[in-house]
């Protein structure tokens, strides 16, 4: 078997545009990057249940409250290792 492999997801939109609709750009990077995750299963690759996703969020700073997120939570989770 091979090692286990834990799968975050991060999402970004610089713009606010169109993320009112019901299913919008951060869900269909997060549907297409699930679903990589999924057809690696075989691999050992899990994807963690947090959603860590910044819409209307420059990427020009990394003062984005979803990637603060993700990097503290991968340093929680390096911790328990």
């Known amino acids: 078997m091979s090692r286990k492999i ?4 991060y999402t970004r939109k610089s713009t606010e545009d169109g993320l009112e609709q019901g299913f919008n750009s951060l869900d269909a990077q997060h549907e297409a990057c699930a679903a990589y995750v999924t057809s690696q299963r075989g691999e050992g690759w899990t994807l963690l249940p947090a959603r860590y996703d910044d819409g209307g969020v420059s990427g020009g700073t990394l003062e984005r409250p ?16």
């Open 6 to 9: 834990r799968c975050a997801i």
């Open 66 to 81: 979803g990637l603060q997120r993700l990097m503290a939570d991968i340093v929680l989770i390096s911790a328990e290792k």
